[in-house]
């Protein structure tokens, strides 16, 4: 699975990337995970779903607008989840919306 993760300026996602690439290696997973700046999501499109940080939730329909959302799934992380650094939730919540988008 490619994960890729949006956020302001693809910084602020990097620990938690960090830490969902961590709980997929504990569960034998081998994911894809990678943060952009939102700007950049159009030139990553190579991924099965986008996560789009809590501070720039406003622009998800921008986002929404410029990819393929038929095959993409796009989602805000939730806030605790993210102001936690919780990468074992985040992960589920991507494999959900995965297996939701392929219904």
Known sequence: MKIMLACAMGLSTSLLVSKMKEAAKLQNKDYKIWAVDI??????????????????SHRIAEVK???????????????????????????????????????
């Not at 499109?45 to 501070?55: A, K, M, T, Y």
């Not at 959302?69 to 989602?75: G, R």
């Open 39 to 56: 700007e950049s999501i159009e030139d990553n499109e190579d991924c099965d779903v986008i996560l789009i940080g809590p501070q720039v």
């Open 65 to 103: 607008d410029a990819i393929d959302t038929d095959s993409i799934p796009v989602e805000v992380i939730n806030r605790d989840s993210y102001g936690k650094c919780d990468g074992a939730a985040v992960l589920k919540v991507a494999e959900q919306l995965v297996e939701q988008s392929k219904k």
